[in-house]
């Protein structure tokens, strides 16, 4: 237990100086108000020269009351030390010596680096306060993924820019949402090359041996009926590796040619064999 909650206090402390290396890095400089508060401090930099760690810290701590109302005291810790170490960090490397003014260029990595953090901060069970913490009231009501989530809340604070930079930098800005909460999903998907297979075949045996002894994978089988032939027949599911999967493609070739076989891309697969490794070779 004392175990678990280090990795995900760690995890929002790493996420949290991403967040932050992200903003002074590549946002701010290339005047990017790309959603959240950090959006927020870098249109009133701009008008007003106010240092963004301080706006950042002082509109973060009534929503940070909200968070708490309605997330919980368990959330609401680890909001609290997400809130404090973003503009902590945003302080500390205000003169980070390499900076990226380009739009595009900030655009791309910005909204990567930004995605990377958010999503740590968000596997951590936490957040960085601000719309970020928005961003999980609305996903615990709606249903949506995080990701979604924060496009939806950091697309007003965008389109608010364009009253202050410009239409391109606004469009920019948009564009560097969308790559962070594409980059928050898959930080919190985990993707990877597993495949799942489906296969119905009438060498029911046959092929589970070939999967069992060959290719040392579990299989679940489900019994199904064909729709033109309205027959009884045997649908086979495995998840494997992609090396794994090419070579049954191959031996299913050659064992059963006429088996109706699908592959399909798995973002992630939990259990025996994959997410825990010794447990590999095991069947179920």
Known sequence: MTKHWITEYA???IGASLVALAYNVFLLPAKLAAGG???????VFELYSITPAMTQFFVNLPIFIIGWIALGSNFSWKTLVGTVWVPFMIYVTAEFPYTISNPILGTIYGGIILGIGLGTVYKGGGSTGGTGAIAQIVKKFTGLSSGYSQLIVDGFVVISSVF???LELTLFALICIFITGKTIDIVQLRPS???LVMIITEKEDNIQRLISQQIDRGVTKVRTV????????TMIFCATEQQEAVELKRR??????????VFISASDVMGRGFSLDKYHGQKF
Do not use: R
């Open 11 to 13: 995890q929002i402390i």
């Open 37 to 43: 508060i950090s959006g927020v401090s870098t249109i």
């Open 164 to 166: 202050v930079f410009n």
């Open 193 to 195: 090359d597993s495949k």
């Open 226 to 233: 064909g729709g033109f032939s309205n027959q009884d027949k």
């Open 252 to 261: 299913l070739q050659d064992e059963d040619p006429a088996a109706f076989v």
